[in-house]
């Protein structure tokens, strides 16, 4: 449709304009309207639009920084999620290194998940090699277990191009499995503890539905589904009730006095804070 045509003219535009190519660069997608031509007259139409209205996005203030050759007025320079960043983004840092003192660069070419919308983690892997570079591999995770680790090495060891990496997982055994939402409530019955990962927020707003329906408390990072527990003053309320059960309940007159705190914040449209996160 019209919509979907312009979001493939859209996505493609910002492709070649994060590796830095050419329009006639791009593949041609003629089912979408897609080609050098198309590209060339929606660059200069988004660039007549922005210049009437004297605006910028993202992109354009990379590509200033770069041809300005604009320098960060820093002595350290830590870098992030490296495995994520643009052929653009990595010009711009690059002309940062030779003015700083000390630089980190922390990325995982094995999570490199956005290049689609251009990342390169070809960058991490050549800095791994570069001379007066030294590279150290963490090893220890403490997010999975090793059922899940087991898992992920035989999916990854089949990619050719990447830094090799061994790491020991969680004391954990746990266990790994491959569900629906509609499987879900089932496995969770008996699990005292999960963790539920969705390829998409589809995906995670359909199973955060099934908990929701069977009363499971769980908490939800993404997804379109509901997400109670990611209420301030649900979490304010809960923060009440958890604080005073670490007494024993003893306070008994104290308890009711916050619980009045606590529902005064709510007609007021603010919450309480008691202590550490939920």
Request: aromatic share 10%; proline share 6%; net charge positive.
């Amino acid at each position: 449709d019209g919509q979907g045509k312009h979001d493939a003219l859209r996505m493609a535009h910002n492709y070649c304009r994060n590796i830095r190519r050419p329009w006639s660069w791009c593949k041609a997608d003629p089912a979408n309207g897609v080609d050098a031509l198309s590209l060339a007259d929606y660059d200069a139409k988004c660039r007549r639009f922005k210049d009437y209205y004297r605006l910028a996005d993202f992109t354009d203030f990379l590509e200033r920084a770069v041809e300005q050759r604009c320098l960060i007025p820093v002595r350290a320079l830590i870098v992030d999620e490296a495995q994520d960043l643009s052929p653009l983004q990595i010009a711009f840092v690059e002309q940062q290194f030779p003015h700083i003192d000390h630089v980190w660069v922390a990325g995982d070419d094995d999570q490199a998940i956005y290049e689609f919308q251009g990342a390169s983690p070809e960058w991490i892997r050549d800095l791994n090699g570069r001379q007066g570079w030294t590279t150290q591999i963490l090893g220890q995770s403490w997010r999975c277990p090793e059922a899940v680790r087991r898992r992920a090495m035989v999916v990854i060891d089949r990619v050719v191009e990447r830094v090799p990496k061994e790491y020991a997982a969680r004391p954990e055994m746990g266990e790994y499995l491959i569900t629906t939402p509609a499987m879900l409530r089932p496995l969770l019955s008996t699990a005292p503890s999960s963790f539920v990962l969705g390829r998409t927020r589809k995906v995670c707003g359909a199973m955060a539905r099934v908990l929701f329906d069977a009363g499971v408390p769980y908490l939800a990072e993404r997804g379109d589904g509901p997400r109670p527990f990611n209420s301030p003053k649900l979490l304010a309320a809960l923060e009440v009730f958890r604080q005073f059960a670490s007494d024993g309940w003893a306070k008994t007159a104290e308890f009711a006095a916050a619980i009045d705190k606590w529902a005064g914040s709510i007609k007021s449209g603010g919450h309480v804070k008691h202590g550490g996160k939920v």
